[in-house]
């Protein structure tokens, strides 16, 4: 295997939003306890959060450039049970 293609691999396992910043967004947009979120996996970029008798899903949103930072968007509102 190639110094070029281990790189490359190397980079991509570094990639992607934490499960850190979804909980410390979703704390915040449903005015939630870190501690007492619930995430559950919809897709491989998709997840949604559930508490507080609230929920809410979120997408991973990657930019190009500045080494392909990575975040997570609120693409829903957050909605009572």
């Given at each position: 295997m190639s110094k070029r293609l281990i790189a490359f691999f190397l980079l991509l396992g570094g990639c992607g939003a934490t499960e850190e910043q979804l909980r410390a967004r979703a704390a915040f947009d449903l005015e939630c306890r870190e501690e007492s979120l619930h995430i559950v996996e919809i897709d491989e970029k998709t997840r949604g959060v559930r508490g507080c008798g609230q929920h809410a899903t979120y997408v991973e949103h990657c930019t190009a450039g500045?080494?392909?930072?990575?975040?997570w968007i609120l693409n829903?509102?957050?909605k009572g049970r």
């Open positions: 500045n080494g392909g930072d990575c975040t829903s509102e957050a």
